[in-house]
């Protein structure tokens, strides 16, 4: 190979220029230019909440009895009641601030990188930390943080869609003189379609074309994800039903008893006591919160509807390098055509590796292109390349031009082994013995590319396709398999969760790694020419017996996500690349790489990993289903305790006996229950055997017929020990004010033992799970002591004091019935599934 021109004064004003700011430098003008960002992140605030939960029915409801108390005179019941009313609506508050703080930081953790050159060294910082003059490395499938000009590299072609509203790419070639000419300029959120340069920033935040135009100071809010609607048609439900049954219960009270305003307070009793507002706020809550939880595991959750489906995956389609493997590649064998393997100080090694690194990126990005300039140490060359020929689908070789002569041109090719070969032409012999040592360094599990050169005496620009490549031989990387993955893999086996990898790899080299791995291959390996010949329905059958796929174009990974889909399973899909997006969209829940993964990878997925890292993944699926349990013991709890409220509220009207509830006494309830779900349910571990058994099947709703059936014969309980003790205390002779007394302490020890059982279907409860419960029964306990023995309160609550006897015997029943009727729901699993 000729050898290279000695570097031009510009070049070596590049080179220079690359070098980057310092970093005290950088600091400074950060502090002085503040940080590259276009507009704060949008988060509702205190006041919103506030308005929001105002508009909920519960709260207009409870308006209206406190109107009723006003106008009837009974001054000290409408405060009382409206202090209640603000209590429960400032714990509904509470716990939405708490899911924006979570939804905060999860957005911050979110915030894009850059890759940057500081000080000549290169590193990954905060796109916010950007300034100007800052060296900002470009590479496919990113999207520029900043305005710049190209002063390295290749031509770019750029997507400015977002700026321009044209959807052609445009093309931006560097510009060695580094002034700020169009034809050099990429501007802030142009997605980067195609090669890979250096940029000098120069303008950051609202200085950039995009923050005058203000193309993204209007955020898209998230939609709602499938178990929102269903609790929000859930809710719609209810609250029709509430009006309904409360109109009847409005009409019967008056024209039986001829009490119209009793009738107004029962009515709006049965419309607050059966109005389950606490669905909607449950369910952000967790969810959340359990983004939250995710994020302190190192997955971040960019769509709340992947909390769902999380629990739910039933197959993992994941890459080789970086995933199961440590993305840490070393260069681990040569080999030549006449030497054999050659160790790395002879001069066959140097030559093979020369040629490799001037076929590799100036700046390496790439595992293996950053083994390579490791290898080299001192054989680096010297200038920089005059263009590349980026990978095509039909040439799976990375070509570069160097300056060779006075008009000459040398020519560096590396790539997939067979298609090296292919642009060598070799003769069958030779071609034998190089397919032969790449099947011996496939079946030791390193990964093979192939390495080239040519000359061409004037340079013309043309593809160099035609031209007559030398083969210089083989490299083999060798890239170990990170230690936490074969242990993953065998947790999500336990959890019923196959793994497929889908790989760009040699067959041979898949297959090894997957073995060490621990990932099944009974199946054996299925290449992207086998996949392509066949149609979508045999692929179907193939998938479900085969777990390696290599040599897999980049389209291809898209036909296997769907042929999964097709075959019934629910696909988690991980990808890092431009090429992986379409997958990623199309699978149930799409994983980006967060340190490899470009930014077209994570806008498309629903997770992103912060630490690349397999075991992640398969914990988060823990985290997912842990949170799928928890929604339904908290979301049965709600129904147990609620048939009973309204229950009481609807039957005494109805069968013509003494009211039992008012709307303080489901105030006070109200103030159990809200702090029991937020505090108490969201934060349960999971139980012992929730990652050894299968996932649930597709489609399956948060809240079965068979468990909600279990919840309302559990609340049906509830309401016949409640009101059989206020008719049997009635028999006896009880004034109705005792019994009505006797009752509430048996509904709210019934409630506390019911969420007890609830609460601790899990592992071994958390002491700050027992902490929260044991203040919340508490807390139940003082308000009803209160209630009962201090004479306005009791008058309020139109309260006589029991015997201590029966107060005793109604707390202690009711803690029974509940206890009773939470473990019989517990013993019917598969019913309650």
Known sequence: MTSAAKPSASTEAVSSRLQGLSEAEAARRLAADGPNRLAPPRRRRLPEIVRDVLREPMFLLLLAAVGVYFVLGDHAEAAFLFAGALATIGLVVVQEARSERALAALKALAEPTAQVVRGGRTRRIAAADLVCDDILLLSEGCRAPADGVLLAGDVLSLDESVLTGESAPVDRAPDA?????????????????????????????????????????????????????????????????????????????????????????????????????????????????????????????????????????????????????????????????????????????????????????????????????????????????????????????????WPAGEAGVDFAAKGAP?????????????????????????????????????????DDGGDPGDEAFHFEGLVAFEDPIRDEVPEALAAAAAAGVKVVMITGDFPATALAIARDAGIDVAGGVMSGAETAALDDGALAQAVRTVRVFARVAPDQKLRLVRALQAAGERVGMFGDGVNDAPALEAADVGVAMGRRGVDVAREASDLILLDDRFASVVSGIGEGRRIFANLQAALAYLVAVHIPMAGLALLPPLLGGPAVLFPMQVVLLELVIDPMCALVFEGRKASAGAMRRPPRTAGAPLMSAGRLAIAIAQGFALLAGAYGAHLVLLAQGLAPSATRAAAFVFLVAANLGVAAVLAAAGRAADPRQRVAFAGIAALAASGVLAALLVPPLAAMFGFSLPSAGVAWAAAGLGFATGVIAGAAGRLLPRVAT
């Open 177 to 401: 003189s580094g002034q700020d000419v169009e034809a050099s300029r990429v501007a802030a959120g142009a997605l980067i379609v195609r090669g890979h340069g250096v940029a000098r920033v120069t303008a950051i935040g609202a200085a950039t074309r995009l923050g005058q135009i203000g193309a993204a100071l209007a955020q898209a809010h998230e939609p709602p994800t499938p178990l929102q609607r269903a609790t929000r048609r859930l809710v719609g439900a209810f609250g029709v039903a509430a009006v309904g049954l409360a109109g009847l219960v409005f009409v019967t009270h008056g024209v039986l008893h001829g009490d119209w305003v009793g009738g107004i307070l029962a009515a709006l009793t049965l419309g607050i006591a059966l109005i389950p507002e606490e669905f909607p706020m449950v369910l952000a809550v967790f969810l959340a919160l359990g983004g939250w939880r995710l994020a302190q595991g190192q997955v971040l959750v960019r769509r709340t509807a992947a909390i769902e489906a999380l629990g739910a995956i039933s197959v993992l389609c994941v890459d080789k390098t970086g995933t199961l493997t440590r993305n840490r590649m070393r260069l681990a064998e040569q080999w030549r055509p006449d030497d054999g393997v050659v160790a790395r100080d002879r001069p066959g090694a140097r030559v093979l590796i020369e040629v490799a690194v001037r076929a590799s990126a100036a700046q390496p990005l790439d595992p293996m292109d950053r083994a390579l300039h490791a290898a080299a140490r001192r054989w680096r060359p010297a200038g920089a390349p005059l263009r590349s020929y980026p990978l095509r689908p039909d040439r799976l070789v990375f070509i570069q031009a």
């Open 418 to 458: 067979e298609a090296i070969l292919e642009l060598c032409r070799l003769p069958p012999p030779a071609r034998a013995a190089a397919e032969a040592c790449v099947a011996q360094f496939a079946a030791q599990g390193l990964r093979v590319l192939g390495v080239a050169c040519a000359v061409r005496d004037q």
